[in-house]
């Protein structure tokens, strides 16, 4: 299953705890627990591009599956890591945030990320 496609938020679970978990200012967290980010992800092989939209901020990410890759994260460290691929999942562990990106159907992905006990699910339909 390709998730090349553009996809617009849907659902998020534990946005603020998680947010505070990472170090992200209150008042940014506020500021962005509403907004319905638009992520946009072209696969080609094992190449992918990752833009995601949030409100102005456009974060983008290019990654080969199984080698090591500059990806920045939501706080806006880039960090060196390694994507996998395992059947319709993408596997990353930044930082001690093990992040798991699956498509769920044609439609649907569901990005869950995980710090010190904290899960933060984001579910995301193909627009």
Do not use: H, W
């Amino acid at each position: 299953m390709s998730f090349t496609g553009k996809y617009q938020l849907e659902s998020q679970e534990n946005f603020e705890p998680f947010m505070k978990a990472i170090g992200l200012p209150d008042e940014l967290i506020q500021k962005g627990k509403d907004i319905k980010s638009i992520s946009e992800i072209e696969e080609t092989g094992d190449n992918f591009k990752v833009t995601v939209t949030t409100g102005s901020k456009v974060l983008i990410n290019t990654f080969t599956i199984g080698k090591e890759a500059e990806l920045e994260t939501v706080t806006g460290e880039k960090v060196k890591a390694v994507v996998q691929r395992e059947g319709n999942k993408l596997k990353v562990s930044l930082k001690g945030i093990e992040s798991v990106t699956e498509m769920v159907d044609g439609n649907t992905i569901v990005n869950t990320m995980t710090l010190s006990g904290i899960v933060y699910k984001r579910t995301s339909k193909r627009m």
